[in-house]
């Protein structure tokens, strides 16, 4: 069992930038795929990025070329950083470990998440 902390999270101003962090503890994140997801007041959870055991990464169309996920085996941390930032991107961000099969893109595919970091980006 793998335990998820993001921080990184805060308020900043359209255009700006941010970098979350979503460190494990347990287990060693290399035997996981990893996800970002978002949920914003009032809508569901939705898929932000992924990077899967291969290293292959995939992202949502609305923040593909803004934002970029990786992963630091050696902290066990996975990060998302992002650029250009608008006011549709704030949310209650999320990571989340995946150690079966099922695809990326689902929330429901995922066996451990974090407790959620705020994101808040003003106009």
């Known amino acids: 069992q793998v335990q998820l902390v993001e921080s990184g999270g805060g308020l900043v101003q359209a255009g700006g930038s941010l970098r979350l962090s979503c460190a494990a503890s347990?287990?060693?994140?290399?035997?996981?795929?990893m996800g970002w997801f978002r949920q914003a007041p009032g809508k569901e959870r939705e898929f932000v990025a992924a990077?899967?055991?291969?290293?292959?990464?995939y992202y949502a169309d609305s923040v593909k070329g803004r934002f970029t996920i990786s992963r630091d085996n050696a902290k066990n941390t996975v990060y998302l950083q992002m650029n250009s930032l608008k006011p549709e991107d704030t949310a209650v961000y999320y990571c989340a470990a995946r150690q079966g099969l099922g695809s990326y893109y689902y929330s429901e595919s995922y066996d451990y998440w974090g407790q959620g970091t705020q994101v808040t980006v003003s106009s």
């Open positions: 347990g287990r060693t994140l290399s035997s996981y795929a």
């Open positions: 990077f899967l055991r291969s290293g292959t990464t």
